[in-house]
């Protein structure tokens, strides 16, 4: 009534109905925008989104990266990723899309015009505390073996798992030599100031390894000798009082490596396989870049198995501990021995174990990782290269890359809280479909080249990726070490002003 009788009234509502319309159509087509330039023309969101196109993964993958953590970056990005995408764009805009694209294109050229990878500075420490490790003889003043003509061997086996530390420097020494530095992270400066990073050529896993023992006629290992060495060496390097060692990078891969020198050492990057034996303050996930292992299990080439070809549901294979993760492994063994498809079993994997291993993760749906003794194990990325779907639990686990790698989609993430309740877990393991596990097995097979260690390197294997996680700790370690400048020039003080053996607290 009250609108028939008020005819301004009804016109002041269509307008502002009208005007409210507008306004929500260009918000909607504005976020429509937004979201057809997030998504990078991949379409629905969600899992299916990397496996539905036919690019390669490193560019699915880093595509995301693309539109978040990297920018920012600005002149140091080490971003092979933006080629590909453009690349994407391009033939998107070849079907005729929309003008969009366009801009998205034009954003993205001067990036991909001007890729520049993360420069690292090594040290030139004597052979002792690298190549010499592995008997390689060092003729007169040589300190790098002459990779060209033979690269010495790295001892097989288990020492395998935590060899990150001779992947990296061989990935060093091939850059001086190389043709083409396309899709290489790192580049190699001699001049340390132009330097993001300074490497340290320590094979502290090896030395840990293979030299722990103390021999009756001497007091210390050599181990610990080394890295007592090591650290007075560092320690009295102009790189490393200028920074005080933030930009220093120190790969320490076996969890008892470095066990004395990283109470020292901490200020700097460590390459780790996780945090389970140190404390916060040495060593985190903000400083530091977890890295994978070097699985033991050889990559299944030419899978062709599936769902209903692989009969085992669940596969476990480790020690039993006696210490905190033990606990969990028994309490689920006794869950599980009377489930006909699930293999459960106990002893670590040993020689003629790898190839039980291999056959036993190739036939079965997913593969369990409990934490240990430390919170990761080589059995992940064991499982990965098998393309067993991984069944983690291990609450305080932390994950190479996932900072641009999402797990979720091909993993499974159990609380330890719920795995031990009775049925739990089997019923969860039993309700995934055959849909879904080839979703997460096809993404296995996209993302394994995520975990290869291999000379010479190629784009989008751990070592590059490695060096791809440094260099997105680049902006971080500058940020520290401004800030540490602040007040060097009222105390009197040159350069960072600060020694190595500060203390935690007090340090960041
Ligand atoms: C190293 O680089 C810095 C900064 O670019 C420069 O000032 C210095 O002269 C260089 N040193 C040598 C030996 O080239």
């Not at 797990?407 to 089997?426: G, H, M, P, W």
């Not at 791809?468 to 971080?476: E, H, L, M, N, T």
């Amino acid at each position: 009534m009250a609108e028939r009788n008020n005819p301004a009234l009804g016109m002041l509502s269509r307008r502002s109905l009208f005007s409210l319309f507008t306004a929500t159509s260009v918000v909607f087509l504005l976020s429509w925008f937004f979201v057809l330039q997030s998504a990078g023309g991949g379409g629905g969101g969600g899992r299916p989104r990397f496996i539905d196109h036919g690019l390669q993964p490193t560019a699915k993958l880093l595509a995301t990266l693309d539109a978040g953590s990297r920018e920012g970056r600005g002149e140091n990005e080490v971003n092979p990723s933006v080629g590909n995408r453009s690349i994407l764009m391009d033939s998107e805009e070849e079907a005729g899309e929309a003008p969009r694209a366009k801009a998205d294109v034009k954003c993205s050229l001067p990036d991909s015009n001007n890729k520049v990878a993360l420069k690292v500075y090594m040290y030139d420490l004597p052979p002792e505390f690298h190549f010499g490790l592995l008997d390689w003889k060092a003729g007169g003043n040589r300190i790098w073996p002459d990779i060209r003509a033979k690269v010495p061997d790295y001892p097989g086996g288990l020492n395998l798992q935590h060899s990150i530390e001779y992947w990296l420097t061989l990935d060093l020494l091939s850059l001086e030599f190389a043709d083409s530095l396309g899709g290489r992270g790192a580049v190699r400066v001699h001049n340390s100031s132009e330097a993001d990073v300074i490497f340290v050529p320590f094979f502290s896993s090896l030395s840990y390894n293979r030299y722990s023992k103390v021999n009756p006629h001497q007091k210390k290992s050599k181990n610990k000798l080394l890295q007592e060495k090591l650290v007075s060496y560092l320690t009295a390097q102009p790189e490393w009082k200028r920074s005080g060692g933030r930009d220093h990078v120190v790969v320490a891969h076996h969890p008892n490596s470095m066990l004395d020198a990283r109470m020292k050492l901490w200020p700097a990057m460590f390459i780790l396989a996780d945090f389970g034996r140190y404390p916060p303050n040495i060593a985190n996930v903000d400083k530091d870049v977890i890295a994978p292992y070097k699985h033991v299990i050889r990559n299944y080439a030419d899978d062709t198995s599936g769902f209903d070809s692989r009969p085992t549901l669940l596969y476990f294979q480790g020690a039993i501990y006696r210490k905190d993760g033990g606990y969990v492994r028994q309490e689920l063994f006794y869950l599980l021995k009377d489930e006909k498809d699930v293999h459960f079993s106990f002893g670590s994997v040993q020689k003629d174990g790898i190839r039980k291993a291999t056959q036993g993760m190739r036939s079965s749906k997913f593969c369990l990782n409990i934490a240990g003794d430390t919170p990761s194990s080589n059995r992940l990325f064991d499982a990965i290269a098998s393309h067993c779907v991984p069944v983690i639990i291990s609450d305080e686990i932390e994950l190479p890359y996932e900072d641009v790698l999402d797990y979720s989609q091909f993993c499974i993430f159990v609380r330890t809280s719920d795995a031990i309740k009775e049925n739990f877990l089997i019923n969860f393991i039993r309700s995934i479909g055959k849909n879904e596990w080839t979703r997460m097995w096809q993404r296995l097979k996209e993302i394994e080249n995520f975990y290869e260690y291999q000379y010479p390197s190629k784009d989008g294997d751990a070592v590059q990726m490695i060096w791809q996680a440094i260099a997105r700790k680049v902006p971080s370690i500058r940020l520290k070490l401004h800030k540490s400048r602040r007040f060097a020039h009222s105390l009197g003080h040159t350069e960072s002003g600060l020694t190595s053996f500060q203390s935690p607290k007090n340090f960041w």
